[in-house]
Nanobody, 126 residues
Framework: QVRLVESGGGSVQAGGSLRLSCVAS????????MAWFRQAPGAEREGVAG???????RYADSVKGRFTISKDNTINTLYLQMNSLKPEDTAMYYC????????????????????WGQGTRVTVSS
C-alpha cells in the first residue's frame, strides 16, 4: 500500500523556521515528481514547491527565496525547508507524488498529482 506521511509541522513565530518531511513507503516515490501544497482555512489548496525526478524545482512566487524543496532518494524522503516564515504561511501542508511524467509548469498544479499525504499543520504567529 502506498503511503505518504508528513511530519515537522508546528507553531512558530514570524521569522522562524521549520522543516517538513514526507516519507514515502510502498514505492520509491522520490524518483517521481513530488511537491508540497498547502491549504489555509477557507482557501483552495495551492502549490508551494515541486521537484521533478531530475531534481529541477519550481516555487510559488510567495515562497521564493524563503522555502527550499529537496529529496533524499536513499531514504524515500521529501523535505521542505521553510525560513523567514510569515503569518500568511499558516496552513495545512500536504505532500504529493505522481508516478507519471509532468512538465515543469505542472509541478504546482493540484490536479496533476494522484497520491497525497494526510497533511501537517503549520501555524505562524505575528
Amino acid at each position: 500500500q502506498v503511503r505518504l506521511v508528513e511530519s515537522g509541522g508546528g507553531s512558530v513565530q514570524a521569522g522562524g523556521s521549520l522543516r517538513l518531511s514526507c516519507v514515502a513507503s510502498g514505492d520509491t516515490y522520490t524518483r517521481y515528481p513530488m511537491a508540497w501544497f498547502r491549504q489555509a482555512p477557507g482557501a483552495e489548496r495551492e502549490g508551494v514547491a515541486g521537484i521533478d525526478s531530475d531534481g529541477s524545482t519550481r516555487y510559488a512566487d510567495s515562497v521564493k527565496g524563503r522555502f527550499t524543496i529537496s529529496k533524499d532518494n536513499t531514504i524515500n524522503t521529501l523535505y521542505l525547508q521553510m525560513n523567514s516564515l510569515k503569518p500568511e504561511d499558516t496552513a495545512m501542508y500536504y505532500c504529493a507524488a505522481e508516478t507519471g511524467f509532468l512538465e515543469e509548469w505542472e509541478l504546482l498544479r493540484v490536479d496533476m498529482f494522484r497520491e497525497w499525504g494526510q497533511g501537517t499543520r503549520v501555524t505562524v504567529s505575528s
